[in-house]
């Protein structure tokens, strides 16, 4: 009895955490260049590896473009002991147009890389705008990053070609540091649109990347397959919850039977 109650709490337990990812990719659906977080589960009783999201097969090998960060979450009750991880898809979001100059977006493979206070980080968010000095920023005001530095885009009508050149009434003014890194991708979700490599290289230039004007990517999961997931978390942990009512009201009154005898 004791056992079952053990096994549906370690149950429960990995729920809210499957439930948070959940949440925070509903509440990305409008973030320009997201990629989403999932979550698995190993189970240390049997070393067997699921996924809850049927992303990864019975193997357990992780599908190209994934990464699977360090354990994220711990569930250890009786001998129902779980690991719970979250990785996130670098899947190709959909193309967007907005008519914006300065709105970019990659069709292809690789980050523009920015400078932010913690150092060159990498996002797919390309929904930039210009600083106080002129310079190319993103949206959190960090500079986007050309293969010379900074770009200055001051001046006058900017036109950034599918190579990445960059160039203002004409004139080239630098080229986005476009940045690919080795497949499944290590990296570290920094904010909801800036990654850092787990082994702290700095990546190579991208290849067969294409830069596109006046667009964005969109976030790269469907907002309808989260809410329905939200829904059948909530299902989950509530027949979790019966299943732990039921338990200690026959626990209760094996306990009082027993008083009696």
Known sequence: MIKGLYTSAGGMLPLQFRQDLVTNNLANSNTAGFKQDQAFVRELVTADLYLNENQIASTGKRPPMVNVSPPAFRAAVGDASQVV????DFSQGPMQAT???????????????VQTPGGTQYTRNGSFSINENGELVTAQGHVVLGDGG????SGGTIN????????????????????????????????DSLFVPQSGGTGQAAENVTVNQGMIEGNNGNPLDQLVKMIEIS???ELGQRAIRLQDETLQQAVTQAGRI
Request: glycine share 10%; net charge neutral.
């Open 85 to 88: 991880q979250q990785y996130t």
């Open 99 to 113: 008519g914006n100059a300065l709105n970019l977006a990659l069709d292809g493979d690789g980050f523009f890389t």
């Open 150 to 153: 900074p770009i200055n885009v």
């Open 160 to 191: 950034v070609l599918t190579n990445g050149n960059v160039a203002v009434e004409g004139v080239v003014r630098g080229n986005l540091r476009i940045t690919d890194f080795p497949k499944p991708y290590e990296m570290t979700k920094i904010s």
């Open 235 to 237: 299902r989950m942990f």
